[in-house]
């Protein structure tokens, strides 16, 4: 017999839950949503989570060819940048990635506390490996995104691990340095591993790795998001050597070996990394004043975090789902609605400030007059 009851439509932010199977896979709505989106190719993109850069790649000679040398370790070119040993070092198939492989390599409660807001597969992720997962929250203050202490106590009791992005998604925002001592304190004595996605973290010039805070903090990073290489598939995590071993293990389980060619692409590009941090500067510099300025002229306040490429604001009053749909497909405009990272941010926006300066400009101006449309009705 058929059921009557009503059909209920899933949240589009992360769920937490159980581990997941079959037809329990949570989706990333955010994903399914935003693809489509791309695939209109709207001309005024503020969406993007990353750095659009050109780089010139032509100079890499023959990097679909197995350059893999005797006697050399591919390790070498991550460890010498971080100032740590190999044995410090695994590479992998990006950040996502690097998540895995560290929840794999310290779960034995098969219990995950994962920080929201959140990226869906970051905070997913562990479900997908067989381990249940509860959310700890950061909350909006003044500036900061801050920690909810009380939570966190009590949740962080009967982990393995915490999965944390300290560059917060959606809005930028990074811990307070009283919150990354607590935090560092608090899990250690908890005895929990701290595993943190770090792959806005290289817009902070002075960003400290996590990995720095002791043997229960794993850092995972990749090229994607601040330096624009999505493309090479090239991350890498660094942990206790210990951990590394395990994670090795499982990544040759999964993976087998790295792409020789995302390893050539990535080694000549290291060098020059800053090339790509420098436009991100530059692209504040000059976007982020004509963003500010649009806001204020709106009415609505916000401080823009400090570094990074995108950051998030209220619009009171307005669903932005629903103004990104509506008033935004019909004049060409995207952005990334809060809704995609946690319940109860429905009235968030997205931005990021990651494109050249003239595309940007024309976007502001679209985006300030869909926003002042919306707030002025009834």
Same mark, same amino acid.
């Given at each position: 017999m058929?059921?009557?009851?009503?059909?209920?439509m899933?949240?589009?932010?992360?769920?937490?839950?159980?581990?997941?199977?079959?037809a329990?896979i949570?989706p990333v709505?955010y994903?399914?949503w935003y693809?489509e989106c791309?695939?209109?190719?709207?001309?005024?993109?503020?969406s993007?989570s990353g750095l659009?850069?050109?780089?010139d790649l #032509?100079?890499?000679e023959?990097a679909?060819?197995d350059?893999?040398?005797f006697g050399?370790?591919?390790?070498?070119v991550v460890?010498?940048?971080?100032?740590?040993?190999?044995?410090n070092?695994?590479?992998c198939?990006g950040a996502?990635?690097?998540? /895995?492989?560290a929840?794999l390599?310290?779960?034995?409660?098969?219990?995950i506390?994962v920080e929201?807001? #959140?990226y869906?597969?970051?905070?997913?992720?562990a479900?997908l490996?067989?381990?249940e997962?509860v959310?700890?929250h950061?909350?909006?203050?003044?500036?900061?995104w801050?920690i909810d202490?009380?939570?966190?106590?009590?949740q962080?009791?009967?982990?393995d691990?915490?999965?944390?992005?300290?560059q917060?998604n959606?809005?930028?925002?990074?811990?307070?340095?009283?919150?990354?001592?607590?935090l560092?304190n608090t899990?250690?004595?908890?005895?929990v591993?701290?595993?943190s996605?770090?792959?806005?973290?290289?817009a902070d010039?002075?960003?400290k790795?996590m990995y720095l805070?002791g043997?229960h903090?794993?850092t995972v990073? #990749?090229?994607t998001?601040?330096?624009?290489?999505?493309?090479i598939?090239?991350?890498?995590v660094?942990?206790?050597p210990?951990?590394i071993?395990r994670i090795g293990?499982?990544f040759?389980?999964?993976?087998?070996q790295m /792409?020789? #060619?995302?390893?050539?692409?990535?080694e000549?590009v290291f060098?020059?990394?800053?090339?790509a941090e420098d436009?991100i500067?530059?692209y504040?510099?000059?976007?982020?004043?004509?963003l500010?300025?649009?806001l204020e002229r709106l009415?609505i306040?916000w401080?823009?975090p400090?570094?990074g490429v995108?950051?998030?604001?209220?619009?009171?009053?307005?669903?932005?789902?629903?103004l990104?749909?509506?008033?935004?497909?019909?004049?060409?405009?995207?952005?990334?609605p809060?809704?995609?990272?946690?319940?109860g941010?429905?009235?968030?926006?997205r931005?990021?400030?990651?494109?050249d300066?003239?595309?940007?400009?024309?976007a502001v101006e679209?985006?300030?007059r869909?926003?002042g449309n919306?707030m /002025?009705?009834?």
């Amino acid at each position: 017999m058929l059921s009557l009851e009503p059909y209920s439509m899933p949240p589009f932010y992360p769920e937490v839950g159980k581990a997941a199977r079959g037809a329990t896979i949570p989706p990333v709505a955010y994903l399914k949503w935003y693809i489509e989106c791309l695939d209109e190719q709207r001309p005024h993109n503020l969406s993007f989570s990353g750095l659009q850069f050109e780089w010139d790649l #032509s100079d890499v000679e023959e990097a679909w060819l197995d350059h893999r040398r005797f006697g050399g370790d591919e390790r070498d070119v991550v460890a010498q940048q971080f100032g740590v040993s190999v044995e410090n070092v695994h590479l992998c198939l990006g950040a996502t990635q690097g998540i /895995s492989l560290a929840l794999l390599a310290v779960c034995d409660r098969r219990r995950i506390a994962v920080e929201m807001p #959140s990226y869906g597969p970051v905070s997913q992720s562990a479900r997908l490996l067989g381990m249940e997962t509860v959310a700890v929250h950061r909350r909006p203050a003044d500036t900061h995104w801050l920690i909810d202490r009380d939570e966190w106590s009590k949740q962080l009791t009967d982990v393995d691990a915490v999965v944390v992005t300290p560059q917060l998604n959606p809005t930028g925002w990074d811990y307070t340095d009283d919150d990354r001592e607590w935090l560092v304190n608090t899990c250690r004595e908890k005895g929990v591993h701290i595993i943190s996605d770090e792959v806005y973290a290289a817009a902070d010039s002075k960003w400290k790795g996590m990995y720095l805070e002791g043997e229960h903090c794993i850092t995972v990073s #990749s090229l994607t998001k601040v330096h624009g290489l999505g493309a090479i598939r090239y991350g890498w995590v660094i942990a206790a050597p210990h951990l590394i071993e395990r994670i090795g293990d499982a990544f040759h389980n999964l993976a087998g070996q790295m /792409s020789s #060619s995302s390893i050539q692409f990535a080694e000549a590009v290291f060098p020059r990394l800053h090339e790509a941090e420098d436009k991100i500067r530059e692209y504040r510099e000059i976007n982020l004043p004509l963003l500010i300025a649009a806001l204020e002229r709106l009415g609505i306040d916000w401080a823009p975090p400090p570094n990074g490429v995108f950051g998030a604001f209220r619009i009171p009053g307005v669903d932005t789902k629903a103004l990104i749909d509506g008033p935004g497909k019909d004049n060409g405009l995207l952005a990334v609605p809060g809704c995609m990272f946690d319940e109860g941010l429905d009235e968030w926006l997205r931005v990021a400030w990651s494109i050249d300066p003239q595309s940007f400009a024309a976007a502001v101006e679209v985006l300030e007059r869909i926003i002042g449309n919306a707030m /002025s009705e009834p």
